[in-house]
């Protein structure tokens, strides 16, 4: 995969879709900050927070990380009783579909299936099935359905930024890891593409265009409608024209 419309192109294999924040607006960080209330202070957990330190991390990861930083002395220690308890939060909210699919989200799969690339889901979130199989495409098809394969929730030995998960993903469609692009709205999952030799686009919907390049992406965007589709399947990462990227 070339990081550039200068290099000399080779043919993108699959494209692969972190879900929490790319394809969904999902309730994570709101399951988060409620849950923390037995813990520690829920003003504290800002979004600039949930992206910095949680964002992209399997659940107990989160958790671990929340209480080292929010919480008082030996507060980490309830890692795993917190994780629970976000995890009951988190089931209620998608009960109650409280979240939405991103239309441009929606509209870069399809066309990426139409450019007859592979697409792959691989969430550290064990909940995102339950989600995409709940959003409805007006062709009655479930979100869920426009992808290839789907390592969602999958035990790794270790989570992002290890590029363990998206190797896997890789893998689930025979695709060569530098021949993979990854999108994420995480920093740790920016982070895992890297290691794993696969370039990263970054969709930067929370204003935190930063993080993603200081993470080390390669192309860092605010809406995936900027997105120049045709060239990727060549391996060329780059805005259409017209729209810039985000600096």
């Not at 107990?60 to 980490?76: F, H, I, Y």
């Not at 989570?159 to 994420?184: I, T, Y």
């Amino acid at each position: 995969m070339n990081r550039g419309p200068e290099a000399v192109p080779e043919r993108l294999q699959a494209v692969i879709f972190d879900v929490d924040g790319v394809l969904v607006d999902s309730p994570h960080e709101q399951a988060w900050r409620e849950a923390l209330a037995e813990f520690a202070d829920p003003s504290d957990f800002t979004t600039a927070f949930y992206q910095a330190h949680v964002a992209g991390k399997r659940r107990l990861e989160g958790a671990r990380a929340t209480l080292e930083r929010l919480g008082g002395a030996g507060a980490a220690a309830h890692a795993a009783d917190f994780a629970r308890k976000k995890q009951a939060v988190i089931d209620r909210l998608i009960e109650q579909d409280r979240f939405e699919a991103f239309p441009d989200a929606i509209r870069l799969a399809v066309a990426l299936r139409e450019a007859a690339l592979r697409t792959v889901l691989a969430s550290s979130s064990k909940n995102a099935d339950a989600m995409l199989a709940r959003v409805i495409l007006p062709d009655r098809r479930t979100l869920l359905s426009l992808f290839d394969a789907d390592v969602s929730g999958r035990d790794v030995p270790r989570g992002k930024p290890d590029p363990a998960l998206f190797l896997l993903a890789a893998s689930a469609v025979g695709a060569s890891p530098n021949r993979c692009l990854v999108v994420e709205d995480a920093p740790a999952g920016i982070r895992a593409a890297k290691a794993g030799g696969m370039a990263g686009l970054g969709i930067a919907r929370l204003g935190d265009a930063a993080l993603l390049r200081a993470a080390g992406a390669d192309l860092v965007l605010t809406s995936l409608d900027q997105l120049d589709v045709s060239a990727v399947p060549s391996g060329v990462l780059r805005p259409r024209s017209g729209a810039e990227p985000h600096r």
